[in-house]
Nanobody, 120 residues
Framework: QVQLVESGGGLVQAGGSLRLSCAAS????????MAWYRQAPGKQRELVAT???????NYADSVKGRFTISRDNVKKTVYLQMNSLKPEDTAVYFC??????????????WGQGTQVTVSS
């Protein structure tokens, strides 16, 4: 069984920073693309950033230049460094990963979500 466990959310003032972490654990053969999504109240879940296993990254336009996604393949962990936070960044942030549990079986997994609240 595979789990993604997030940490690092909280309350921060506008202009501040937070760092989210998400660690994958369980019966894992390999970890592919990892990503962060977010969902604000009353809105659809949106993609924030992705990072492939060979460290190619992609960002939503709304966070470019402020957020940085990174990963530690040994620890099977993905990070999201969030700087210059704005009130509109307030959302529940979800970790996502494509994980192979055997050489032939890949599934998509989600974390439980962590709340990020940015006060003005």
């Amino acid at each position: 069984q595979v789990q993604l466990v997030e940490s690092g959310g909280g309350l921060v003032q506008a202009g501040g920073s937070l760092r989210l972490s998400c660690a994958a654990s369980g019966s894992i053969f390999s970890v592919g693309t990892m990503a962060w999504y977010r969902q604000a109240p009353g809105k659809q879940r949106e993609l924030v950033a992705t990072i492939t296993s060979n460290i190619n990254t992609n960002y939503a336009d709304s966070v470019k230049g402020r957020f940085t996604i990174s990963r530690d393949n040994v620890k099977k962990t993905v990070y999201l460094q969030m700087n210059s936070l704005k009130p509109e960044d307030t959302a529940v942030y979800f970790c996502n990963a494509r994980i192979m549990t055997t050489m032939f079986l890949e599934n998509e997994y989600w974390g439980q979500g962590t709340q990020v609240t940015v006060s003005s």
